[in-house]
């Protein structure tokens, strides 16, 4: 038996569907429950085992409240996995769902229901108990391979679109900060004997605009690579009337 927070390994001579294999690489972690693992079929635990490993995901075994999470792509998903649908038990069942969907913002049940028979009681159990559609999203599939299956891919797609996110929202990010730096050159070259180097020199010392209006003759001289002149021309510019309302001429 595997004790919390350790980790499991099996043959990999086990099949996996050739469909799903690398996903990516370095796809995530799978966190197992202690609890749900000796529940299970140890042939599904090897599945389970070889599967994510094809598809480079490690698997922990820890006391969790849910039967899996992933971390995956920087975001976590919980899943209830219900791998044999038993009607004298379905009351526990959605109660347990109910209270973990106020725990976990990225929360689906994935339901094995073999049989019209299970299928029919799922259906009237779901609306007994008042479940609203969506809020945890269920999904069903007619075995537990099949279900573990569509685990993996629900949380490989939810860390895909996280990244994908991520990085639409750097590339934002980027392109406002060049057009500030834009910004910052256009202006400062406006100042009279400053040239573009000197202002992408104040730009990497100093920083802002603000910053600079606020620097001292002797900040400027220290930090940057600026003449005597230019530091008292910068300091005249932002900080005397006189100097900044009075004509220039270059």
Same mark, same amino acid.
């Given at each position: 038996m595997a004790t919390a927070g350790s980790s499991y390994s099996v043959s990999t001579d086990? %099949?996996? =569907? *050739?469909?799903?294999?690398?996903? @990516?690489?370095? #796809? @995530?972690?799978?966190?197992? *429950?202690? #609890?749900?693992?000796?529940? %299970?079929?140890?042939?599904?635990?090897?599945?389970? *085992? #070889?599967?994510?490993?094809?598809?480079? /995901?490690?698997?922990? /075994?820890? *006391?969790? =409240?849910?039967?899996?999470?992933?971390?995956? @792509?920087?975001?976590?998903? #919980?899943?209830?996995?219900?791998?044999k649908w038993d009607c004298s038990t379905v009351a526990s069942i959605f109660s347990r769902v109910k209270r973990l969907k106020g725990q976990f913002a990225q929360l689906y049940v994935v339901v094995t229901l073999s049989t019209k028979a299970q299928s029919d009681s799922f259906m009237r159990s779901y609306f007994q108990y008042e479940m609203e559609f969506g809020k945890p999203a269920f999904v069903q599939v007619i075995d537990a391979e099949m279900g573990f299956e569509k685990i993996v891919k629900i949380a490989h797609s939810r860390g895909v679109c996280k990244q994908q996110k991520v990085a639409s929202k750097l590339k934002v990010e980027r392109k406002r900060t060049v057009q500030d730096t834009n910004i910052f050159i256009r202006f400062v070259t406006s100042i009279p004997n400053i040239n573009k180097h000197d202002a992408n020199t104040l730009y990497q010392a100093i920083g802002s605009i603000e910053a600079i209006a606020k620097a001292s003759k002797e900040d400027i001289l220290a930090n940057t690579d600026l003449s005597s002149e230019k530091a008292e021309t910068l300091t005249r510019f932002f900080q005397d009337p006189e100097f900044y309302l009075s004509p220039k001429f270059n």
């Open positions: 086990h %099949q996996v =569907p *050739s469909s799903l294999v690398n996903l @990516g690489n370095g #796809a @995530g972690v799978c966190i197992m *429950s202690n #609890a749900w693992k000796d529940e %299970q079929e140890p042939s599904l635990i090897s599945f389970i *085992s #070889a599967f994510l490993t094809a598809n480079s /995901f490690r698997l922990n /075994f820890v *006391s969790i =409240p849910p039967d899996l999470i992933f971390n995956c @792509g920087g975001v976590s998903i #919980a899943f209830v996995f219900v791998t």
